[in-house]
Structures are given as C-alpha cells and as structure tokens.
C-alpha cells in the first residue's frame, strides 16, 4: 500500500513565525503536491514537485514556497504566517506516465494561526 | 479552462436510501480522466474510481456505482442503500496537464449525510 505521511496533524502557531510542514511518501513516486483545504473552496493546489529540486507553482502559491531535496521529502514553508493561512493542508503522491494515476493522500495536518 | 461543479453542497438521507451525488465537468482536452474520493472525518482521501474519456461505460462496485456521460459533461455518483460509514465528504475531480505532469482539479466537494 502507498503510505503518504505527513509531519503533525494539529499545528498551532503564532503570527509571523516561519512554519514548516513535511510529507514523506515510501512508494517511489515522483510527483508530489500540496493543497489547502477550505470549507465551500474544496481542495486548492498551492505547489507541486515532479522530480528531485523540481518545483512549479500550483493556483495558490502566494506566501508559500516548498522544498523537495529528496524523492521521498516534500516540504511546505510557510516564510512567515498569517491567519489568512489558517487551515487544512493535505499532501498527496502520483507516480508519473500521464493523467491516469490517481493521487495518493496523506491524512492532513491541520494548521492553525493565531 | 478546466473546471469541476458539485453543486449539491450537502445532502442528508436516512440510512438505506440511495443517494446520488452530481458531478459538471469542463474541459477542452480529448484525453482526460475522472476521479471520486471520499473524505472520511479522519480527514484523508481515499480514491474510489477512476474514469477514462473514452469509457462511458457505468461502473458498479458494491453499493457504489457511477455514471458517465460525456454529452451532458457528467459524471454522477450513487451509494444505493446507504450506510451512516458513507457519511463523508465526496470529491469530484478531473486531469489535467500542468506543462510538467498531470494534475488534479477538484470540485468543491459534498458533504454526505447518512442518519441512522
């Protein structure tokens, strides 16, 4: 089975500070993506990683950036958090061969900004 | 552009009715691929189907089943005799080709109701 895990599941954080989220997948995959959920928005993709230090921006990347030195790593940084970026963020893994493979998610870590 | 409605934003049944879930699709590419997942409370995605542009076929799998129809866009989701485990919150979505790799755009999501 496709493991996808990620870092915490509940974050709370301060204003201003620099948060880090992770998500390691085990089965090989060389996409990875992170979206923020939103109640009556759905799933938004913020950045995704088709490869080792590969990285292309999602529909939302604004006050996000990622890291991807490892195949299995995919990280989410958030430089310097907001309460706008209160939410849930989901992590999820494809292997790559065109638009059929589904996406494997991770459990979420919900992230809360005060 | 491609873009996913589900317009049905939550649905309350009692248990053992069939419910369906509607799914509007758009897109200009000829090649695409569909997808159902189920967001349980624990909060993770799990997939259910997926579905291919040139397969109209209905699928069936258990109590779930699906149907296709590229004239009207739709790919519609139905949970015959539902169960309060179907409460959840469904996605639709679709392919997509970002330059690099594929992707996926996701509906907004329903919420599914099953009372006892």
């Known amino acids: 089975d496709v493991k996808v895990t990620q870092s915490s599941r509940y974050l709370v954080k301060r204003t201003g500070e620099k948060v880090f989220l992770e998500c390691v997948q085990d089965?090989?995959?060389?996409?990875m993506f992170w979206y923020r959920q939103d109640p009556g928005l759905g799933l938004r993709l913020i950045y995704f990683?088709?490869?080792?230090?590969?990285?292309e921006k999602g529909d939302i990347p604004e006050g996000y950036s990622v890291s991807r030195e490892k195949k299995e790593r995919f990280s989410l940084i958030l430089e310097s958090a907001s309460t706008n970026q209160t939410s849930m963020y989901l992590c999820?893994?494809?292997?790559?061969?065109?638009?059929?493979?589904?996406?494997?998610f991770g459990p979420g870590t919900r992230l809360t900004v005060t | 552009a491609q873009k996913v409605t589900q317009a049905q934003t939550e649905i309350s049944v009692v248990e053992k009715e069939d419910v369906t879930l509607d799914c509007v699709y758009e897109?200009?590419?000829?090649?695409?691929?569909l997808f159902w997942y189920k967001q349980p409370p624990s909060g993770e995605l799990v997939f259910l189907i997926r579905?291919?542009?040139?397969?109209?076929q209905n699928e069936i799998s258990g109590r779930y089943s699906w149907n296709f129809q590229k004239s009207t866009s739709s790919f519609n989701f139905t949970i015959t005799a539902s169960q309060v485990v179907d409460s959840a919150v469904y996605f639709c979505?679709?392919?997509?080709?970002?330059?690099?790799?594929?992707?996926?755009?996701f509906g907004t999501g329903t919420l599914l109701a099953v009372q006892p």
């Open positions: 999820a893994s494809s292997p790559t061969g065109g638009s059929s493979y589904e996406q494997y």
């Open positions: 089965m090989d995959h060389e996409n």
């Open positions: 990683s088709y490869d080792v230090k590969m990285k």
């Open positions: 897109t200009r590419d000829t090649t695409y691929y």
């Open positions: 579905r291919n542009s040139f397969d109209e």
């Open positions: 979505a679709l392919s997509g080709w970002s330059g690099a790799t594929n992707k996926l755009i």
